[in-house]
């Protein structure tokens, strides 16, 4: 009944029915499902990106363009993310790493300091599987990063590791780490869609159904 409550409700409601009708959550809600349908799990990787929104005009100390900022959903298969697949529940998976294909052009110019590096990346996977890596390095710009996502775990903490804020890495597919920080989301920003789950794992009732 406080009036407080009820307005940031009704603006989180509108917020969301928003996003849901105007920016594509609805749509990537269906590509979700049909991934599911395909493979017996999918899931919806959310995160900030810093590059999209509204320009700002101005730039940062680093030179680069300031944005707005915006939520960005992409739908993984289970061939794009890997974790421990004998934890029974999502919610005890403690790691995982996500694998991403991005225009090597567009990521120099969001991580100058590692320019070259990026630049003189292959579009070759780093886990070198012929059944589903094609090699289309004369007609794609588009290489492979990974993510390395731990979620926080107070109390973790020594003098050679410190998973008390969580890790998210970005390396290349060379293997450079282009980013390093706390995990800033303090959770998974992963969400599985499973039809059923099978014992001892949560994935659907087969790994590639």
Known sequence: S?????????IYNSLVEYDYTK???GDKGFEAGETAWI???????????????????????????????????????????????SKNRWEDVECYIVR????KYI???????????????DNRDWVDNPTFTLDFENYSDDIYIY????RPIPGLRSDDYDLEQGRYVTILSNGTVIEDEPNYY????????????????VYGDTDAF
């Open 107 to 121: 990521l120099a110019s969001q991580y100058p300091a590692f320019r070259s590096e990026i630049i003189g990346c």
């Open 100 to 103: 991403q294909k991005k225009n």
């Open 2 to 10: 406080d009036p407080h409550v009820t307005d940031r409700i009704e």
């Open 147 to 150: 993510k390395y996502i731990h």
């Open 23 to 25: 920016k594509g959550l």
């Open 186 to 201: 303090g959770e998974h920003n992963a969400f599985p869609l499973s039809f059923s789950k099978k014992r001892y794992s």
């Open 39 to 85: 493979f017996s799990t999918s899931w919806a990787f959310i995160e900030w990106d810093f590059y999209k929104g509204k320009d700002q005009k101005f730039e940062d100390e680093n030179g680069q363009r300031v944005f707005t900022g915006d939520w960005d959903c992409s739908i993984l298969s289970p061939f794009d993310i890997y974790f421990d697949p």
